[in-house]
């Protein structure tokens, strides 16, 4: 059976992403920061291992652990959206939650891309998604508001793309996914899918994305999103 591991699966997309592919005989690498917190999680029955992804120490600690094995499917999902509502408005906008957003949504996926490489190279279709946000979108932003979230999600899909790039001669699917407006924690509960439409349908664009799709941004729906 295919491997798949999953960052920041202790709840909403990315504890459904343990569930669907446990439920579909994968083997499940699931990380969170806090495994003793994680019942729903342990309950899968999946390979759980702390790991905060902004921990470079930590990382490197997994990545020995995880040496030789082969991950088919690597899915970069934790991030935190801080500042939401009117703390974030345009005003006085505190820097040290906006650097931990960087931190987070940007430079950690980069950081896991780097750990996990050697796993990813063992596979015979490995696939890299990373899941964004259009939120993040340049070009669909008219909105005001969430500017942290929003230029955290915005460099991410950089960060797909240059991997898409760096990537391409090792055979890796580099994917920016757009999970769509998500009743989760984060998301809340006016969102328009849970949890589980979104991840069938991410999963789909994973099991059917081809090195020709390397490099794209796309919806939950297989949509392409513009950058
Ligand atoms: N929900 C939506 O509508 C929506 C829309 C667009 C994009 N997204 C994106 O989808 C992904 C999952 O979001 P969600 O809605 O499932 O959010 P969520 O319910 O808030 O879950 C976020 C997950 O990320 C983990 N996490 C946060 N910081 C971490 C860190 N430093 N190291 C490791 N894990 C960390 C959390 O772990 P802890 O339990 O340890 O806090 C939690 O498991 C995020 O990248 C988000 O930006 C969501």
Redesign the pocket.
Known sequence: MPTVLI?????????EFVRQYRADGWDVIA????PE??PELQATGAEVHG?????EAALAGMGRTLAGRTIDVLI??????PLKGPQGAFGAIPVEPWMEALR??II?PWKVAETFIGNLERADRPVLAT?????GSIAEASSPGSVV?RTS?TGVNMVVKGLSIELASRGVICLAL??????????GPN?LID?TESVTGLRAVIAGASTADSGTFRGYDGATIPW
């Open positions: 960052t920041g699966a202790s709840r909403g997309i990315g504890l990380t969170c920061r806090t917190n994680a790991l905060d992804v902004t921990d970069n999902n934790a991030g935190i959206y987070t949504n950690a899941v964004s946000s259009k939120m979230y999600k757009h999970p769509g407006w998500v009743r989760t924690d984060m998301g969102g949890a």
